[in-house]
């Protein structure tokens, strides 16, 4: 391990139970809603729905029935993720039935592993003679990788070996199979998420080869002649996707080694998942130039290719970056899984060195552009999550066609319903951070904790209606005085923070370290700390080199991005102005949107009446007064369709 950094770890998810607010509701909603739904879409159960059939392809491969693999290549990383997700639900409401059937899925996987331990349904049933044999466009590390985090988070739920063996077998298939030796394949993934998982892989078995794997996966990416290029002139230069040739090699990360990659390129989720995967590495390795590298891109993302909703990835080609501060809000790809994807990374980093800045990304990530992935019901989801959204333009022109203007129930590309599964189903794993002297609070949400700090039992108490409020209630319970410094991270919206401890004030500028507020002291049963963040309504400027939002601004309260609706502020958005001097009042409402705070402020907005039929004239456009409502981002497309604005004009 690295000894210079914090060396956080996670609170492991049974430690951690959330009772409510925002982040409960969002987490009960997987157990009521999402779970059960995701079942009947893997079994083609959602009438009007694209067939999923996941679960038939694990029947066919285990022989258990007939007929032809349907799907993608990677449908079998819907299951692993339903099943992950079903695993973090299953540690914090144990439910026998779930449980029961979850089991039954297992036994199912085992009986579609092959002798040789390999596991994919897609080529077990449709192209048994072509393992391994185009990696760049095949998944089948990839889908590897999701199963893995499967097996280890439901052996750690239920302390059941039966998925984990089965993984342990595959992982070692491809441990013989991939490497330097002499006889092995110099290959790697063309989709990265095995390298994160490998690491799960290590640490629950404590096992170093899988730690070499995740390791050697990284140092041989990019080396060359490519590995990609070797692959395709061998399999006699045919591809399973036309044009993904065309895509190169930054599409995958492979265009130059990872330690010298320095700007994010390529397809966001992959990119995501590697620099995740990486940030693992060097933690389990102290590996400097690696942990540089995370740095690197880490700073080239959340400065300049990131939108305001820690949304990634702005091109619907390739699904990927472009380049710095080109945030178009109208045709943003912003898939949902790389902002969780980014969620990922950000408490990597976050674990490297407890920096308050990781944290806050994390929260903006999670609040605005993975919440906007689900349907307050939990049975719709967007995919893609732009910051603008004129319904026509969606179904009319060709360059916004990725776009669509209301959730989905299901998509044939499905990564992303699942993998919000599994976040907000283990969202209370990235409230907290421990290692032994100090305890973080990283997110504000109503909830308890019990860590064990030097073989003291500590359980901390947290009251709060953040993100609606900025106050925060922490109570400790011991049966012994305990000494630890307790670090409460100041968020960086935040420029108004008080803290009291035991009633008494504390001034936090001195206690300060990396932008959590760390105090230090002998802990007493029923101790108290409280934190009032101050959380008005801030207008958010963009860098002038983000074109798109020249003269604009996006409202922001506490950690939630605002945006206005057609339902509540009429058509055509962008005709809405804020005047310099606007003022905004905020109101609790309880009865839409799941219980939101709503935005109300006095804009103007062009009066378009005058012009009768005329398409351009001399004269100005008059301005009239009106009111605006804006809504969290995150909720929007939850009422009737319409347009949606984040970016409003300012200035007139
Ligand atoms: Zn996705």
New binding site residues.
Partial sequence: MAEDHANLKEVPLKNVKIKGGLLGYKNELVRKELIPYLWKVLNNEIPDADPSNAIENFKIAAGESDGEFVGMVFQDSDVAKWLEAVAYQLTSNPDKELEKLADSVIELIEKAQQPDGYLNTYFTIAEPDKKWTNLAECHELYCAGHMMEAAVAYYQATRKRKLLDVMIRFADLINDKFGTEPGKLKGYPGHQEIELALIKLYKVTGDEKYLKLAKYFIDERGQKPYFFDREWEKRGKTSYWSNFRKLGMDYFQAHKSVREQEVAVGHA?RALYMYSGMADVARETGDKTLIETCQKLWDNITKKQMYITGGVGTSSYGESFTFDYDLPNDTAYT???AAIALVFFAQRMLHLDAKAEYADLMERALYNGVLSGVSENGKKFF?VNPLEVQPKVCKKRNDHKHVKPTRQKWFGCA??PP?IARLLASISGYIYSDNNKEVYVNLYTDSTADFYINNKYISLKQRTNYPWGGKVNLAITTNEMAKFTLALRIPGWCKEAKLKVNGESISIDKIMNKGYVSIERIWDNDDTAELILDMPVEKIYANPQVRENIGKVALQRGPIVYCLEEVDNGTNLPAIYFPADTEFSVEYREDILGGVTVISGEALRLDDISWTDNLYRTKETKYKPIKITAVPYYAWGNREPGEMLVWIREGC
Avoid: A, I, L, R
């Fill in positions: 989720v898939e949902t899984c995919y990564c992303c993998n």
